[in-house]
T-cell receptor
Framework: ETGVTQSPTHLIKTRGQQVTLRCSSQ?????VSWYQQALGQGPQFIFQ???????GRGNFPPRFSGLQFPNYSSELNVNALELDDSALYLC?????????????FGPGTRLTVL | GDSVTQMEGPVTLSEEAFLTINCTYT??????LFWYVQYPGEGLQLLLK?????DKGSNKGFEATYRKETTSFHLEKGSVQVSDSAVYFC??????????FGTGTSLTVIP
């Protein structure tokens, strides 16, 4: 069974640029969630994708957008990067279910905005 | 809204000491509760969970009991090891399986 993978591992961008982060969900999982973890903080929910549709969004501006593909992999896009976007971005996959289920996390992408 | 509040860190303990990390929650209904652990340079891993009141989750010597009356889910371990050094996060999901995480408690265990 393959776990959640993310790419790239590290990324350095400058303010105003755009970035795309990628995530492959764990085998059999159809739901992907993205989180932003600033240094020394807990992960903050950005949004979730289920069946290629956005299925909930946290308190993040529209310049944070995403996609989910038919194979359940996902992308997180951030436009007009700001210094405060520097963080570890975590992807988590799960099975959509009426009951609360465990989320399986990838190792994250460390984004640095200069 | 739903939230979790975790005890502030960092926590430094000697090997074989007793560990408690406090977590309280605010939620509508009775969600499952989780503890995740993050080792240096890695993503989050599920440590343990409890799905209903009075349930006790346990794993790798860690335990936490879901206390509805005190809205708490404190993490405990009787004898910590150097390898337990990590950041610990309490978490709860809302109705959309979207997780709220605490701010994390950093644990350092010294030999």
């Amino acid at each position: 069974e393959t776990g959640v993978t993310q790419s790239p591992t590290h990324l350095i961008k400058t303010r105003g640029q755009q970035v795309t982060l990628r995530c492959s969900s764990q085998s059999g999982h159809n739901t992907v969630s993205w989180y932003q973890q600033a240094l020394g903080q807990g992960p903050q929910f950005i949004f979730q994708y289920y069946r290629e549709e956005e299925n909930g969004r946290g308190n993040f501006p529209p310049r944070f957008s995403g996609l989910q593909f038919p194979n359940y992999s996902s992308e997180l896009n951030v436009n007009a990067l700001e210094l405060d976007d520097s963080a570890l971005y975590l992807c988590a996959s799960s099975l959509e279910s009426p009951s609360y289920t465990e989320q399986f996390f990838g190792p994250g992408t460390r984004l640095t905005v200069l | 809204g739903d939230s979790v509040t975790q005890m502030e860190g960092p926590v430094t303990l000697s090997e074989e000491a007793f560990l408690t990390i406090n977590c309280t929650y605010t939620a509508t209904g009775y969600p499952s509760l989780f503890w995740y652990v993050q080792y240096p340079g890695e993503g989050l891993q599920l440590l343990l969970k409890a799905t209903k009141a009075d349930d006790k989750g346990s794993n790798k010597g860690f335990e936490a009991t879901y206390r509805k009356e005190t809205t708490s889910f404190h993490l405990e371990k009787g004898s910590v090891q150097v390898s337990d050094s990590a950041v610990y996060f309490c978490a709860l999901p809302n109705t959309g399986n979207q997780f709220y995480f605490g701010t994390g408690t950093s644990l350092t265990v010294i030999p």
